[in-house]
């Protein structure tokens, strides 16, 4: 029969979970039997749960960087910087910075949208076709026959219609053509 | 020490390349405070103040057993650390790293006034009864280890365990009563 003195020296196994499959049932055989060594064991192992179910440390990475010593919070990956403080990732942007940044971009989407409105003003404005001179040239070359005097005037005024904005070209062609009759 | 802001997590300076296997060791130094002090920045103070002693003492003659030496240190810095704490509340930095729910608002509370019994308990006991019930219980060693790490017979350690054990009882028994 167990008696409470192997109780005794069976309890740090018991409670440190090192009891050999054979002095756990003596143990466990000698507690069905004395109440005393039942109660010691049975509150002795709830001190000890009591003190596991206390909260772990969050995991910490320790590293070194020259001869600091640097303990980051693992989840977070926070670090530091050589005053101590702390400087998260979003913490590391100047937030002044940031505006300026905003800003920028701002106004590059309002240069590219002025620019291609420009560009698209520019495009419905000019009149489809060939540059001035070469359109005159055109123009006259596609008069059918030999060219007269008249035709030439004819097309140069017919180009003027067409395309006021190019009308200086032709506006002395016409003169040229009066002229010379 | 030096007061900081919130959130921060402390660095610690070592001396010299040679002397720091305190790096290899310093996260389990930041357990160990944490398990007694529960606060994150309060275990970071002792991991500063125990480095500090690890360095002077490396100084003199770098301890055989560095694990057992950190533990044992560990665990006293953190007692004085909770005992200052207790008579000057306003020193204490940070907060509960595990702050009551909604459904439970007074976890928070009872967890913490458990973790006060426990180390008062601790507080109690002899510094190689303290380290041993902390290497059993937190460090997961066996009986075999701690009696390696510490140079006594398993016997020994597990004499030391018991009585650590009974004491944390005896004072969590106060509560529960």
């Not at chain 2, 160990?32 to 480095?51: E, I, K, P, T």
């Not at chain 2, 060693?141 to 017979?153: H, K, P, Q, R, S």
Request: glycine letters at 8%.
């Amino acid at each position: 029969m167990t008696s409470c003195e192997q109780f005794e020296e069976l309890l740090a196994d018991a409670l440190g979970d090192e009891l050999s499959p054979e002095d756990r049932r003596t143990f466990e055989d000698h507690l069905a039997v004395c109440e005393r060594c039942r109660n010691d064991y049975e509150s002795s192992r709830d001190a000890v749960g009591a003190m596991q179910n206390l909260p772990a440390p969050q995991q910490v990475d320790v590293r070194r960087e020259g001869d600091r010593l640097v303990i980051e919070n693992n989840r977070a990956n926070r670090s530091l910087d050589a005053s101590g403080l702390e400087q998260s990732p979003r913490s590391k942007v100047n937030p002044l910075a940031r505006l300026a940044g905003r800003t920028l971009r701002y106004a590059a989407s309002a240069l590219v949208a002025f620019t291609a409105g420009y560009v698209a003003h520019g495009w419905q404005a000019a009149p489809a076709g060939p540059p001035p001179g070469m359109g005159i040239v055109k123009q006259i070359d596609a008069v059918p026959g030999s060219v007269t005097g008249g035709d030439l005037q004819q097309a140069l005024v017919s180009a003027h219609l067409r395309g006021p904005r190019r009308s200086d070209l032709a506006k002395c062609l016409i003169a040229v053509s009066t002229t010379d009759g | 020490m030096t007061a900081r802001r919130k959130g921060a997590t402390r660095l610690a300076t070592i001396a010299k390349p040679q002397e720091s296997s305190f790096d290899q060791y310093a996260g389990e130094v930041y357990g160990w405070a944490y398990r007694l002090l529960g606060r994150h920045h309060d275990a970071l103070d002792v991991v500063q103040d125990v480095f500090m002693r690890w360095d002077t003492q490396c100084r003199r003659q770098t301890p055989q057993r560095p694990r057992g030496w950190l533990r044992r240190v560990t665990l006293n810095r953190a007692i004085d650390l909770r005992r200052q704490r207790k008579t000057n509340p306003d020193l204490a930095t940070g907060s509960l790293q595990f702050p009551a729910t909604a459904a439970d608002p007074g976890a928070g509370v009872e967890r913490e006034e458990l973790r006060s019994d426990i180390t008062e308990a601790l507080d109690q006991l002899s510094e190689i009864q303290r380290g041993v019930l902390v290497a059993k219980v937190y460090d997961g060693m066996t009986f075999a280890e701690i009696a390696t790490e510490l140079g006594v017979t398993p016997s020994t350690i597990k004499t030391h365990f018991v009585r650590a054990v009974r004491a944390v009882r005896d004072k969590l028994g106060q509560r529960w009563s």
